[in-house]
């Protein structure tokens, strides 16, 4: 089992900042990559950026030039650094996390997901 602890949502004005962090903590023993999604209610759920364990970075179009994703694999956290939001960035945001355990079986978690609301 891996856990993931998501942090940071909160409510903001249009132009505003905020830095979201997702720690995993269990059995990871091999994390492939970590990500951010994010679902609006009755809508599917959106990829917003992933980082692989090598450092490749792929992003949203709706969110280039705004967000920036990283990771501290020491500490098994990924950041996602959301700034010039916009009131359409308002969503439930997901942390993923993609690896394999110590017998290579691979997993798949998702965290509880952290309200991001913008608005004035």
């Known amino acids: 089992q891996v856990q993931l602890v998501e942090s940071g949502g909160g409510l903001v004005q249009p132009g505003g900042s905020l830095r979201l962090s997702c720690a995993a903590s269990?059995?990871?023993?091999?994390?492939?990559?970590m990500g951010w999604y994010r679902q609006d209610p009755g809508k599917p759920r959106d990829v917003v950026a992933t980082?692989?364990?090598?450092?490749?970075?792929n992003y949203a179009d709706f969110v280039k030039g705004r967000f920036t994703i990283s990771r501290d694999n020491a500490k098994n956290t990924v950041y996602l650094q959301m700034n010039s939001l916009k009131t359409e960035d308002t969503a439930l945001y997901y942390c993923?996390?993609?690896?394999?355990?110590?017998?290579?079986?691979?997993?798949?978690?998702w965290g509880q997901g952290t309200q991001v609301t913008v608005s004035s």
């Open positions: 993923n996390v993609k690896g394999g355990d110590v017998k290579g079986v691979r997993y798949d978690y």
């Open positions: 269990g059995s990871i023993f091999s994390i492939y990559a």
């Open positions: 980082i692989t364990s090598g450092g490749n970075i």
